[in-house]
């Protein structure tokens, strides 16, 4: 049996469900009425869209299922076909709210009492664990005797558990208006997120209106986002009290939001307290809410005795002692790593073993660096140590490849291989070190020696038979490395590296389906792995995916949060035209929670994603400027890097800095005349300090150096270059 199309007829049939009349079609599937033929009743049937394949639904099933209060439709079954799976629902009576909005404004005493009758249903949702994340006026139903139903209870979402919103997507349901802000720039969805929405529906129950109503897309998301609920428009005669109710609810931070759906439940009860002429009048009685308000609050004696005294002081200093104790645990929070060291005898084989634990997530930030701290502490213990100075050499190796091989952790890693083979040269991960360095020297055949040696002494060595295969791969020796990595994927089933990596070889040979296949394998080995969703997301960036490509790396943020995937996010949103999605990715970055602050790539493409926003100058100029600070200490380290002078020169040029634009540009022009990056950042550099006929050459001489033309066209510096008869008659 396969789904129905849109077109239902009585005729269609779902087991031993008649399917009747579409009753319309949401965000997660398409809902028909029906005829239960074996209970004899009717019911509704949402079949299912976008189905993660291999999610199962039944534990979804049951908890939405087990929720007893009243509001919430009752699932009958969970349905599986060949081709699908559909929701068996209780079939509820009524009007959706938005169909009451569209012919009617609702009493404020009416209002009240729906949004009152959903969060006291929510918060017994909540309470078990589960988030709807799509309220919205159109899922919420109101049958005749007034009560309020909750439709699309979270199964849609837990079917389409790995799908995201983007900004750009269009939105036929309006779901971007009820989203909270931080949802929409990647959050996962939590109780907050309902109240927020809950939120939106009482401001448009009130207002007639939602918030931005005439927009949608992604200048709708990008003015949620940016907002405050405190902006947004109310007619006079709505009293300040359902104001600051509504503010509480969507407040933009988190942190400043109404906590629960239980507290916002005895707010709407205390409003709902008010008779109702006084509540739907025009000049609403303010100081009889006051007067009704304070009642929850314990009148306080005229005369105190000592008792009463004594207690209130009591409190007083247990809450000042706790915030003594609180700054001291503050400040010294610098000292907790000394101070666990100093406690924590010390290993070191354990320090070892977690060092290499670490390094296997080298596509980590902050996992370099905890492998880097372990490794560090063992050569501080024990100076010539082989096994932590070719720990440290990797972790180098891996540095030098995630900031886009600039710094001078190259040489750093050489030296430490270098020092490895001096303190044991029968140690494989010596070889494997110093290997690895050759190999990023392009110094191939020592290299495949080393490495050589380094599996003579240690065979099944997966950390050297990795490096072996990037190897070849380097070396465009394909078919061999081919070969190798299906055999190892074979060997070693539970190891990511091997199907990362095979994918990886398909890229180079174009077979973007079998790398698709190669890299879906290393996130079924393991899910949470950067490497594996970064790989993949390339693909779909190269094939104009582009959705595609959010989605996955969305998902992987979700799985696992970190830098690198936040700045792929960040390219990948900002090749969209998405600038508000893409600077919250390159924001997350950089963030010292979950990023990497000393990232100077991630905050040049900050400022640059920022730039395309109105009215964030400031915030263009500060990024710009760490970008810089941070570029300046690799350059110290390496001053002879054509790549990172040329970013100098540019980062320079934007900040207005034109003598210092200058000397870095030609400085880097000198040292590689013949690289087409280099005379592309030039160019767009002496465009930006007024050198016209310098830009006009080095754009040249880009181009004539195959530099793709897509990118010059597509750069905003160089509008009125491009406009330039000399530019104009190069293209003839």
Known sequence: MSFPKDNATQAEQLLHYQLGKS??????????QAWDAKLHRQVAIKYLKNVTPGVDLMREARLAASLQHAAFVKVHSLEQTGDGQAIVMELVPGR???????TQTPSISHVIDIILQVAQAMHEAHSAGLVHGDLKPSNLMQEASGVVRILDFGLAIQADRDATTSLVQSDPQGTIAYMAPEVLTGASLRPSSDIYALGVILY???????PFANLSGLALAAAVIQSNSDQWPWPDHLPQVLRHLVRAMTARQIELRIASMQEVAAHCARVAAIDAPTLNSGTFNVAALNLMLNQSIPAVPKKLNWTQLLRKWRLLLLLLLSLIIGLGIWYSQPYWPQLEATLTPYSETKEMQKGMEALTFFDRFDMLDRAERHFSIVAENSPRHAAAAAGLSLVYSYRYLNEDMAGNWLQKSALKAKEAIAFNDFLALSHIANAKVLGLQEQFSPAFSDIDRALALDPNNVLALTVKLELLIAARRLEEALQMAKQLVKQFPSERMFAIQLGQIYV???DYKAAEVAYGLSLQIKQDNPAGYLG???????????DESVQLLQTGIRKNPGAELYRALGHSLFSQGDYVGAASAYENAVASTHGNPSDYVAWAKLAEAVSWLPGKA???KNAYEKARRLLQIRVKDNPNNPDLLSLMGLYSAKLGDNAEALMHIQKSLELAPDKAEIQFRGGVSFEMIDMRTQALTAIAKAKALSYPAKFIEAEPELVNLRRDPKYLRSNE
């Open 23 to 32: 009753l319309g079609e949401g965000g997660f599937g398409h809902v028909y």
């Open 536 to 546: 993949l997301s390339q693909i779909f960036m190269r094939q104009q995916r582009l």
């Open 96 to 102: 959706t709210l938005r169909q009451v909005l569209e």
């Open 508 to 510: 180079l040979q174009s």
């Open 618 to 620: 400031d915030v263009v």
């Open 204 to 210: 448009e129950l009130l207002t007639g209106a939602r």
